[in-house]
């Protein structure tokens, strides 16, 4: 199930402005594998949070080929850092590719493995976390990325509509599960502030509060 109508969604995406030319690269390789990026409307929305926090320290649960790395990446100042993590080192392998081709690499560090266990052995606090890992494991994120984020930071989490399957599912499969796990705990949680945005395939952005 589309989230917005198709019609609606090439208007959005027909108004963005040019991408820089390995972003559209990533853009096609995704197309042509049908591997799953956040997408340029999503990507714009990570750039403006990072500019409003001033954010320096950015963390990344499941990096793909650094799609969502690169517009971290372009709006980070000289000396932030976004730490990327990724199962599968092929994926790291272009990722960095591309970030170096587009000139950014030294403000990504790509680590390979979990991401929640990379994430609850790696100090905090993070001013932005990214969740886009597998959907069953997106409670246990959550749990994890809590105590790493700072106070005012942002826990983003991708896929929180997920297609439509968290709706009139009588039989919800293990990621339907997480995802539906996930937005009770976020929209619950006495120290986050969630709001679920539909764009794309719906993004929980929540605000870590005192
Ligand atoms: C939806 S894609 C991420 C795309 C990326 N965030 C972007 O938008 O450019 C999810 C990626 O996370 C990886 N992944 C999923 N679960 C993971 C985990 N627990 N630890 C590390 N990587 C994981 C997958 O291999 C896949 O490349």
């Given at each position: 199930m589309e989230i917005i109508s198709p019609s609606l969604n090439d208007y959005l995406e027909d108004l963005l402005p040019a991408r820089l030319t390995v972003m559209q690269e990533m853009e096609k390789l995704a197309k042509d594998r049908n591997f799953p990026?956040?997408?340029p409307?999503?990507?714009r929305l990570l750039y403006q949070y990072t500019k409003l926090l001033g954010a320096k320290r950015v963390f990344e649960m499941g990096s793909g080929f650094g799609y969502?790395?690169?517009w971290f990446a372009l709006a980070l100042p000289e000396d932030g850092k976004?730490?990327?993590?990724?199962a599968a080192s092929n994926n790291i392998d272009l990722a960095e590719d591309y970030l170096k081709a587009a000139g950014l690499l030294h403000k990504v560090e790509f680590k390979k493995g979990d991401a929640i266990k990379i994430l609850s052995q790696t100090a905090g606090p993070f001013d932005i976390i990214l969740n886009d890992v597998d959907k069953n494991d997106y409670p246990r994120a959550l749990e994890t990325a809590l105590p790493k984020l700072r106070v005012g930071g942002l826990l983003i989490t991708d896929n929180a509509l997920w297609h439509g399957r968290?709706?009139?599912n009588p039989q919800p499969d293990v990621y339907t599960q997480g995802v539906l796990a996930y937005n009770q705990l976020a929209m619950f949680a006495e120290n986050l502030w969630?709001?679920?945005l539909p764009v794309r395939d719906g993004l929980a952005v929540s605000l870590k509060l005192e």
């Open positions: 990026i956040i997408g409307q999503v990507g969502s790395a690169y976004v730490i990327c993590t990724e968290i709706v009139n969630t709001t679920i």
